[in-house]
């Protein structure tokens, strides 16, 4: 079975080539890991590192810097605490990586937490490999800026223009 997307226009699902990309992966379950390694590989992308520990994968990502992390966010698995050192802590060899937030904690303010940490984007658990490359097609088609603002850093949280009525505050 060939997983490797090739795109569906139709849907909206670009057919981009992943293959050069080095992949993050903090993920508390095993299996999990393993599974989420060989989507990658069905992807075509050979650089893939993978923990259980997030000192450790902060110490893998001060290494060789990740193009994309996958963070989970677990009981015993901190995974917000390594976003938020991935995008504030002096050490952090590239605060503005994507970081795309594997979790099955699926309610309305896990959401706003993990975005109010500097998430870039939220998977919710199962995953499959569709729903992985939608993220990271969603990553790369919608950059956003970065934001650092009262204890915030990280991509702007606004996912749409709206007119709020007032006097434009904010300057490019």
Request: proline fraction near 6%.
């Amino acid at each position: 079975m060939n997983m490797v997307p090739s795109g569906d226009k139709s849907r909206g699902i670009p057919g981009y080539d992943i293959s050069g990309l080095n992949i993050l992966i903090l993920e508390k379950q095993m299996l999990m890991r393993n599974l989420m390694k060989q989507m990658f590989r069905e992807f075509r992308v050979d650089q893939v590192q993978m923990t259980d520990n997030p000192e450790e994968a902060f110490g893998l990502f001060l290494q060789s810097p990740a193009d994309i992390i996958l963070s989970d966010w677990s009981h015993g698995l901190d995974g917000i605490g390594f976003l938020r050192r991935v995008r504030a802590g002096d050490d952090s060899p590239n605060p503005f990586v994507p970081v795309i937030v594997v979790t099955a904690n699926t309610e309305i303010r896990h959401v706003c937490e993990a975005r109010d940490a500097g998430m870039t984007e939220f998977l919710a658990k199962p995953v499959s490999a569709k729903s992985i490359y939608a993220r990271l097609c969603a990553v790369i088609d919608s950059t956003r800026p970065f934001i650092r603002v009262d204890g915030f850093f990280g991509p702007d949280r606004r996912r749409r223009n709206m007119d709020h009525g007032g006097i434009e505050r904010r300057t490019r």
